[in-house]
C-alpha cells in the first residue's frame, strides 16, 4: 500500500507542478505507521465532494476511507431513497474512475470504500455496486457493518466475484469471538477494528484484551479506527461519551505503538467523534488527532 501511495503522491505532484500550483507534501507515515482519516470525521451529514477534498487538504490528509455519502450526491444521486437502489444499479464505473482521479490529483489516496448499501436490507445489486465501485476508486477495501451470518455470506459471494476484500466494522457487538464466522466465511474478509467501541462495549473488553486481540489478528485486520470513548458506555446519538483523545479509556497510545513495535501494515483511521469544543472545528480537531498520534509514536 505504501508504496502505491508514494507513486501517487509524486504523479500528484508532477502534475501540480506542471501546472504552476502551490501544493505542500501532504503527511506521510510517522515511525512506520500509516495515519489515514474516515471523511466522516469532518462531517457526516455533508454531501459536497469538493468539501471534503478541501478538508482533506486543509487537515493534512493523504490517505481516507470514503463515505459514500460523500461523493453519491455529487455523482448525481437522487434524493429520495426509493430511488437511491435503481441509480446504484445503473451509474457507470467511469464516474467512479473520474472521483478517484480528483482525490489522486491533490495527492489523496482512497484506501478504502464505505456505501451505505450492504445492509440486509439492501439489494443484491447494491452490494455488487458496493464491489464495482471499490475497484473503480481505486480502493483496496470496501467497508461494511458486521450483521447477520446470512448477510456476510451474500457479501462474501459478490467481494469473491469481484476480487474484492471486505473490512467488517463493529459496534458494541465487538468482542474477541465477533468477528469469527466472517474470517471463516471467505478469505476476502477481514476486520475494521474499532478500538473505542471495543473498550465501550464490554466489561471483558479491557485494554489487555484489545491489546491481545491486536496480536492475534493483526494478518486479518485491514484498517483500525481510533475513537477515545469511555469503558461499558452505551452508544448513543450524542456521543457524550466520546472523549477528546487522552481523556476517556482507549489505549490510543499504547494500540499505535504496538503497531509500531510489531511493523503493522494496517492504517490507523482517526475518526473524529467528541464535541467540538467552542471555537474549533472538524478540520482542526483533526490536526489535532494528528499531533496525538505524532507524539505517541515519536515516544
Same mark, same amino acid.
Given at each position: ?87 446504484? %444499479? ?15 490529483d491533490v495527492g489523496v489516496n482512497i484506501f478504502a470504500y464505505k456505501p451505505y448499501c450492504m445492509s440486509p436490507n439492501n439489494t443484491d445489486n447494491e ?20 450483521? %447477520? ?56 473488553? %479491557? ?84 499531533d496525538y498520534c505524532h507524539k505517541a509514536l515519536n515516544s
Amino acid at each position: 500500500m505504501n508504496s502505491r501511495r508514494s507513486f501517487i503522491k509524486k504523479s500528484s505532484l508532477i502534475t501540480l507542478g506542471a501546472l504552476n500550483l502551490k501544493f505542500s507534501p501532504l503527511l506521510k507515515d510517522i515511525n512506520g505507521v500509516d495515519i489515514s482519516v474516515i471523511t466522516y470525521s469532518f462531517n457526516p451529514g455533508i454531501e459536497d465532494m469538493n468539501v471534503i477534498i478541501q478538508n482533506c487538504l486543509d487537515s493534512g490528509t493523504d490517505n481516507i476511507e470514503l463515505m459514500g455519502n460523500h461523493i453519491e450526491r455529487s455523482m448525481g444521486m437522487p434524493r429520495s431513497n426509493r430511488s437511491h437502489s435503481n441509480w446504484r %444499479t445503473n451509474i457507470s464505473m467511469k464516474e467512479f474512475k473520474n472521483v478517484k482521479n480528483q482525490f489522486k490529483d491533490v495527492g489523496v489516496n482512497i484506501f478504502a470504500y464505505k456505501p451505505y448499501c450492504m445492509s440486509p436490507n439492501n439489494t443484491d445489486n447494491e452490494i455488487e455496486y458496493a464491489m464495482k465501485a471499490t475497484k473503480a476508486l481505486g480502493a483496496e477495501f470496501v467497508t461494511a457493518e458486521l450483521t %447477520t451470518e446470512d448477510n456476510t455470506n451474500r457479501i462474501s459471494r459478490f467481494a469473491e466475484k469481484h476480487n474484492v476484500k471486505v473490512g467488517y466494522h463493529a459496534h458494541l457487538q465487538a468482542s474477541e469471538t465477533a468477528w469469527d464466522f466472517a474470517l471463516k466465511n471467505s478469505k476476502n474478509n477481514y476486520i475494521n477494528l474499532d478500538i473505542g467501541h471495543y473498550i465501550a462495549a464490554r466489561k471483558e473488553n %479491557t485494554k489487555e484484551n484489545l491489546l491481545n486481540f491486536m496480536l492475534n489478528n493483526h494478518s486479518r485486520i485491514c484498517s483500525m479506527h481510533l475513537k477515545d470513548r469511555q469503558a461499558i458506555k452505551p452508544l448513543n446519538v450524542g456521543a457524550t461519551d466520546n472523549q477528546i483523545w487522552g481523556k476517556g479509556d482507549t489505549p490510543i497510545t499504547e494500540v499505535l505503538q504496538l503497531m509500531r513495535d510489531n511493523s503493522y501494515k494496517f492504517t490507523a483511521t482517526i475518526e473524529l467523534e467528541y464535541r467540538i469544543p467552542e471555537g474549533s472545528n472538524r478540520v482542526k480537531e483533526v490536526k489535532k488527532c494528528f499531533d496525538y498520534c505524532h507524539k505517541a509514536l515519536n515516544s
